[in-house]
């Protein structure tokens, strides 16, 4: 399957937590490969960022551990 087609397709989910958020949110997909899939909730027909298992895992570490906090 084509990625743009893979994209349409993907079952996109948000964190349960970001229905107090007003829609500010970021949605994922598990894609094909161990692709993940990441997009803005607010404008899901913008294109999505990909990024490989590995990168998405650093990052879920990564917040995990606080270093995005501000």
């Given at each position: 399957m084509d990625l743009s087609d893979e994209l349409k397709s993907a079952a996109w989910r948000k964190a349960a937590m970001s229905g107090s958020n007003q829609g500010n949110c970021l949605e994922v997909a598990p894609l094909s490969g161990g692709r993940v899939g990441v997009r803005d909730s607010e404008a899901p027909e913008k294109g999505p960022f990909v990024v490989s298992a590995g990168v998405w895992?650093?990052?879920?570490?990564g917040a995990k551990k606080g270093e995005f906090d501000f």
């Open positions: 895992d650093a990052f879920i570490d």
